[in-house]
């Protein structure tokens, strides 16, 4: 099993920032993984991909409505039991309300990154309130 939990949610006001924070166990074995990614969903809407990074190479990929305002990154160093991966969240605006999801997941390619059913394990979700 892997454990992932996020922080950094909060409110703020349009244009501001906010620092999501993951901490996920690390892969091994059963429990490999090689993708981490930030989702959200907005009430009455449905899960949406933010961003993705590869753990091992480090690329990155974002949604277009992010793209220049978000940036993920991640601390996976080698003595570590954890990989972190953080979103810094920029230029924030009412649409990015929403429960932020961390996720972990095993992917074959790196175009499948937006799909939320290739990953096999999720945080708790922290909430962001972005109001105008």
């Known amino acids: 099993q892997v454990h992932l939990v996020e922080s950094g949610g909060g409110s703020v006001q349009a244009g501001g920032s906010l620092r999501l924070s993951c901490e996920a166990s690390?892969?091994?074995?059963?429990?490999?993984?090689?993708?981490l990614g930030w989702f959200r969903q907005a009430p009455g809407k449905e899960r949406e991909a933010v961003a993705a990074?590869?753990?091992?190479?480090?690329?990155?990929?974002?949604?277009?409505s992010v793209k220049g305002r978000f940036t993920i990154s991640q601390d996976n160093a080698e003595d570590s039991a954890k990989n972190t991966v953080y979103l810094q969240m920029n230029s924030l605006n009412p649409e990015d309300t929403a429960v932020y999801y961390c996720?972990?997941?095993?992917?074959?390619?790196?175009?499948?990154?937006?799909?939320?059913?290739?990953?096999?394990?999720w945080g708790q979700g922290t909430p962001v309130t972005v109001s105008s």
């Open positions: 690390k892969a091994s074995g059963d429990t490999y993984y090689n993708y």
């Open positions: 990074i590869y753990i091992i190479g480090g690329a990155t990929y974002y949604t277009d």
């Open positions: 996720a972990a997941g095993r992917l074959t390619f790196d175009t499948w990154w937006t799909y939320s059913a290739l990953y096999n394990y």
